[in-house]
């Protein structure tokens, strides 16, 4: 009698969890559909705009079109594009596992000081000419960018490790980074020429407009290598929202890895900000956005994040094109204006649940 009065209560069981998984994955699909329209969207429009069949039928058909639209479509606005769609799938991916492994909900590259550090880096560059790789001067502006990202990523991780270290310490720790890097840049701006202090303006408002096909390949292959180390530590990254005595029950090694995990997000944070400038809050809102659709587990939440991420990107790079016509705004400012109003009801929404 109790065997089979269990076999149903299992089915059911099974049956749910199978309905769930669908469900999040036709979620998962709809945001793909969306991003492909948002990409071939953001092609369309320019100082010379195209129908989406225009846009299509020089992505299927380029013969069959003439030189100036396949140059204007496959070389001027395809890397911008794709741009905006690495560039926020990685800031985005970077996000969600630095709040994974701080159990921080408002960690995220530019909350926590990596995107002001690549900008002092970027600065150092423009306004002193100072190289801190030397061999590569000629690339001296994204390396030193990406180099002192690195830093700031390391040294949150290293301090979140340290004995008595809170979550709201880290969160002091990445505003007290936010504001030394950024009192040091506006030393930098104070001291530079005109000419290098309209680059600095330029490149920290951020902006997709100097896209090239190497900086997308770049950042793509960065979050092709990253993406399938964070999907095989799937089940250990969701354990470890449980905290660490419980992930570390499950024979999880939490400092290895917390290690590994703030190295991959290190690279997809620092990279994508070298080559385009401060984006902000693509890394906060877009995993909040996936964790209210698909929950926290990583299978879902993986790709969900980085599909949000890439689709919050691409449209803002639309919106920065449709509110002056024939301009592009900074696609920085867009997302700070998106992202200010969510960061506002996330910090009220946990004050609520601290009460």
Same mark, same amino acid.
């Not at 199978?18 to 709809?30: K, Y």
């Not at 846009?55 to 204007?72: G, H, I």
């Not at 000419?195 to 920290?204: D, R």
């Not at 992930?247 to 290190?266: D, P, Q, W």
């Given at each position: 009698?109790?065997?089979?009065?269990?076999?149903?209560?299992?089915?059911?069981?099974?049956?749910?969890?199978?309905?769930?998984?669908?469900?999040?994955?036709?979620?998962?699909?709809?945001?793909?559909?969306?991003?492909?329209?948002?990409?071939?969207?953001?092609?369309?429009?320019?100082?010379?705009?195209?129908?989406?069949?225009?846009?299509?039928?020089?992505?299927?058909?380029?013969?069959?079109?003439?030189?100036?639209?396949?140059?204007?479509?496959?070389?001027?606005?395809?890397?911008?594009?794709?741009?905006?769609?690495?560039?926020?799938?990685?800031?985005?991916?970077?996000?969600?596992?630095?709040?994974?492994?701080?159990?921080?909900?408002?960690?995220?590259?530019?909350? #926590? *000081?990596?995107?002001? !550090? /690549? &900008? =002092? %880096?970027?600065?150092?560059?423009?306004?002193?000419?100072?190289?801190?790789?030397? +061999?590569?001067?000629?690339?001296?502006?994204?390396?030193?960018?990406?180099?002192?990202?690195?830093?700031?990523?390391?040294?949150?991780?290293?301090?979140?490790?340290?004995?008595?270290?809170?979550?709201?310490?880290?969160?002091?720790?990445?505003?007290?980074?936010?504001?030394?890097?950024?009192?040091?840049?506006?030393?930098?701006?104070?001291?530079?020429?005109?000419?290098?202090?309209?680059?600095?303006?330029?490149?920290?408002?951020?902006?997709?407009?100097?896209?090239?096909?190497?900086?997308?390949?770049?950042?793509?292959?960065?979050?092709?290598?990253?993406?399938?180390?964070?999907?095989?530590?799937?089940?250990?990254?969701?354990?470890?929202? #449980? *905290?660490?005595?419980? !992930? /570390? &029950? =499950? %024979?999880?090694?939490?400092?290895?890895?917390?290690?590994?995990?703030?190295?991959? +997000?290190?690279?997809?944070?620092?990279?994508?900000?070298?080559?385009?400038?401060?984006?902000?809050?693509?890394?906060?809102?877009?995993?909040?956005?996936?964790?209210?659709?698909?929950?926290?587990?990583?299978?879902?939440?993986?790709?969900?994040?980085?599909?949000?991420?890439?689709?919050?990107?691409?449209?803002?790079?639309?919106?920065?094109?449709?509110?002056?016509?024939?301009?592009?705004?900074?696609?920085?400012?867009?997302?700070?204006?998106?992202?200010?109003?969510?960061?506002?009801?996330?910090?009220?929404?946990?004050?609520?649940?601290?009460?």
């Amino acid at each position: 009698m109790t065997l089979a009065m269990a076999q149903p209560i299992e089915d059911t069981s099974g049956g749910r969890y199978r309905a769930l998984a669908f469900r999040r994955l036709v979620l998962i699909l709809c945001l793909v559909a969306a991003l492909f329209l948002s990409v071939a969207v953001d092609m369309a429009l320019g100082p010379a705009n195209y129908t989406l069949s225009d846009v299509l039928t020089a992505l299927f058909y380029p013969a069959s079109v003439d030189d100036q639209r396949r140059v204007v479509i496959w070389d001027i606005r395809m890397p911008i594009a794709l741009m905006a769609v690495t560039v926020g799938a990685s800031l985005s991916v970077a996000g969600a596992q630095m709040q994974t492994i701080l159990a921080n909900p408002l960690a995220s590259p530019f909350t #926590l *000081g990596i995107s002001a !550090a /690549a &900008s =002092f %880096g970027a600065a150092l560059g423009l306004v002193a000419g100072v190289a801190i790789f030397p +061999v590569a001067v000629h690339y001296m502006v994204p390396i030193n960018a990406f180099l002192m990202a690195m830093v700031a990523a390391l040294f949150i991780h290293f301090a979140s490790t340290m004995r008595g270290v809170t979550v709201e310490t880290i969160v002091l720790l990445g505003i007290a980074l936010v504001f030394t890097f950024n009192a040091l840049l506006s030393l930098l701006e104070y001291l530079a020429s005109e000419q290098a202090l309209a680059a600095v303006v330029f490149w920290t408002m951020g902006s997709l407009t100097k896209a090239t096909w190497v900086k997308v390949w770049v950042t793509g292959a960065i979050l092709v290598f990253a993406v399938p180390l964070f999907a095989r530590r799937a089940w250990a990254l969701t354990a470890l929202r #449980l *905290g660490d005595d419980k !992930a /570390a &029950s =499950f %024979g999880i090694n939490v400092r290895g890895l917390r290690l590994e995990t703030m190295l991959l +997000v290190s690279l997809l944070a620092a990279i994508p900000v070298s080559f385009v400038g401060t984006i902000g809050f693509v890394g906060l809102v877009g995993p909040h956005i996936a964790r209210m659709l698909v929950g926290e587990d990583q299978r879902f939440f993986l790709p969900a994040s980085l599909v949000c991420g890439a689709l919050l990107l691409s449209a803002t790079s639309v919106v920065s094109k449709t509110i002056i016509p024939g301009a592009i705004l900074p696609i920085g400012v867009i997302t700070a204006l998106v992202g200010v109003p969510f960061f506002f009801v996330l910090i009220f929404s946990n004050r609520r649940r601290s009460w």
